[in-house]
């Protein structure tokens, strides 16, 4: 759907909100939100894991439908086998990338949600938008999941992730900093089936 169709289903919209009332606008901004796609890729920049380390980065691809989303995360430079890691405490990464699949279950629609993303300001609309979704995420031997909310003072969320080895579980939050979006996050890991192992980690993740 190009702009040009979407701007006059949005003026549709407004003439609606006028004419029927608060149920009439919510169901219609239902509808224009699940026909509304996109796509947003941005830098992603990994913290190291010890102050001798480097940092890696690289993209994280979104594309998806309304409530719907596909994602993706290449980092070039971080492939490596997974039966050569020895960084357990990291999560493993080879080179078929990190694929995952999410849905948001409930979002707040306003008119500056829609406008936002059909102009790509992802980030305004990511931090500042009341919504709730659940996401399912695949790299090398693990799997985890994850859910988030936002009721208004900001996104914050929780995840699990299952590795062969290694089991990971923690929170986060998103903000705006200096323009970036930043992911400051607290987790522990230990090995699989050894908890009295377990080490607690906080870092911060950036999206450009």
């Excluded at 594309?63 to 596909?70: A, D, E, P, T």
């Excluded at 699990?160 to 890991?189: C, K, Q, S």
């Amino acid at each position: 759907m190009n702009n040009k169709k979407i701007a006059l289903i949005l003026l549709g919209a407004i003439i609606l909100m006028g004419a029927v009332g608060a149920y009439g606008v919510l169901t219609m901004q239902d509808y224009i939100f699940e026909q509304i796609p996109y796509a947003y890729t941005t830098y992603v920049s990994l913290p190291p894991d010890s102050p001798e380390g480097g940092s890696l980065g690289g993209y994280l691809n979104i594309h998806g439908q309304g409530s719907n989303f596909n994602f993706d995360v290449a980092i070039p430079g971080a492939a490596k086998a997974y039966e050569n890691r020895t960084d357990e405490g990291f999560l493993t990464y080879t080179e078929e990338g990190l694929n995952g699949t999410g849905k948001i279950e409930s979002i707040d629609i306003s008119l500056s949600t829609i406008s936002g993303l059909i102009g790509g300001n992802f980030k305004e609309v990511m931090v500042n938008t009341p919504l709730k979704g659940t996401l399912n995420m695949t790299c090398a031997g693990w799997d985890g999941n994850a859910s988030f909310i936002n009721e208004g003072a900001g996104l914050e969320g929780v995840f699990v992730i299952n590795g062969v080895h290694t089991y990971w579980a923690g929170n986060f939050t998103m903000e705006i900093v200096d323009g970036r979006i930043a992911l400051p996050a607290e987790y522990i890991w230990h090995p699989q089936g050894n908890p009295s192992k377990t080490t607690r980690v906080n870092k911060t993740f950036y999206l450009s």
